[in-house]
């Protein structure tokens, strides 16, 4: 099978695969530029109330494909950072499932959702300094957002891979799951996420991920959408609520 992006979607939560096997699920360039009118399609779909995003295997993504670098660098890291921006745009939940090696552009685009679940053994590195090439400055923001500046420096000028465990305890990671278990973490994950309110989780992603003048809209957002009052009766009613705000509404 050709490298390719593999997608699917289950009980509201799809699922998008990095599919490379042959070169640990490196990105080639038409990855790169096929992830982002992917992820326009699953945004605007009702029925997806979460994405994740994993790699084919026993790896999660070794990077970008390094023959795609020969040509023009610069292009390349251009199609990255577009996929990665397309990524963290995405306004449904997003949730990188990590096995194995993320390093280079894949933990970019770990980096790029919203939570990242990894399986014990996996191995975390940014690894420009390697290939003297320049970290975008948008993607070095956001690292330094999830880690911190001192980790990021520590990633960025040594380009060392580093495991799940430290990844937990500088932030790069919110859970690590022993062998085995972190499709069924997941599974269960994505299950509570598409039983909350869309209202909330997309305001809070705009607001935890800086936006600053989206105060107003949110608020009459809540106000016209009803998922209050339902949440509020369903909690007093002692069931499920049954929230309808959505993204495109």
Request: glycine residues 10%; hydrophobic residues 45%.
């Amino acid at each position: 099978m050709e490298p390719q992006l593999l997608h699917a979607v289950t009980d509201s939560v799809a699922t998008v695969v990095i599919h490379h096997p042959a070169k640990r699920n490196a990105m080639t360039a038409a990855m790169w530029r096929a992830l982002p009118p992917l992820l326009d399609t699953l945004a605007a779909d009702p029925g997806v109330r979460a994405l994740v995003l994993t790699g084919e295997g026993g790896t999660f993504c070794a990077g970008a494909d390094i023959s795609t670098l020969r040509g023009s660098p610069q292009e390349a890291q251009g199609l990255a950072v577009r996929a990665e921006d397309a990524l963290a745009a995405f306004p449904k939940p997003t949730v990188a499932a990590v096995r194995g090696h993320c390093v280079g552009g894949g933990s970019q685009l770990a980096a790029a959702c919203d939570l990242r679940f990894a399986e014990e053994g996996a191995l975390f590195g940014v690894t420009p300094a390697k290939l003297g090439i320049v970290y975008p400055a948008s993607s070095t923001r956001r690292l330094v957002s999830l880690v911190g500046p001192a980790t990021t420096k520590y990633l960025l000028f040594s380009g060392e891979l580093i495991e799940a465990e430290r990844a937990l305890r500088a932030g790069l990671v919110d859970e690590v799951l022993p062998a085995g278990e972190l499709g069924k973490r997941v599974t269960e994950f994505t299950r509570i996420l598409v039983s909350r309110s869309q209202l909330t989780q997309a305001a809070a992603k705009e607001f935890a991920d800086g936006r600053t003048d989206r105060d107003a809209h949110w608020a009459e957002q809540a106000g016209n959408s009803g998922d209050t009052t339902e949440g509020v009766t369903a909690f007093l009613d002692r069931r499920q609520p049954r929230f309808t705000w959505t993204t495109s509404g």
